[in-house]
Nanobody, 121 residues
Framework: QVHLVESGGALVQPGGSLRLSCTTS????????VEWYRQASGKKREFVAG???????DYIDSVKGRFTICRDNAKSTMYLQMNSLEPEDTAVYYC???????????????WGQGTQVTVSS
């Protein structure tokens, strides 16, 4: 079972930037697709961004051009660079790994604790 630890969340003003990190252990990170999800209060968890083991990326429309997913296989870590943040981005952000990008949170049983991102003035 892969252990996931998210970090980097904070309170930020609209228009600001954050970089989230997700450090993993217990698996062969380089073979995994990596994904970021988020869950706003009172809402279902949703896919945000994903990257295949080969580097192909996928984003939900609302974050395209603002968020960038990347990975460092040597550190078994994935990142989510978030720019031009909006209040609607406020949520707890989670990461996960698998053999392919699935865009479906229900496919995962194991999750980390998440990291809170709050965008507010």
């Amino acid at each position: 079972q892969v252990h996931l630890v998210e970090s980097g969340g904070a309170l930020v003003q609209p228009g600001g930037s954050l970089r989230l990190s997700c450090t993993t252990s217990g698996g062969i990170f380089s073979i995994y697709a990596v994904e970021w999800y988020r869950q706003a209060s009172g809402k279902k968890r949703e896919f945000v961004a994903g990257m295949s083991s080969g580097g192909d990326t996928d984003y939900i429309d609302s974050v395209k051009g603002r968020f960038t997913i990347c990975r460092d296989n040597a550190k078994s870590t994935m990142y989510l660079q978030m720019n031009s943040l909006e209040p609607e981005d406020t949520a707890v952000y989670y990461c996960n790994v698998g053999l392919e990008v699935v865009r479906t949170p229900g496919r995962f049983i194991n999750w980390g604790q998440g990291t809170q991102v709050t965008v507010s003035s």
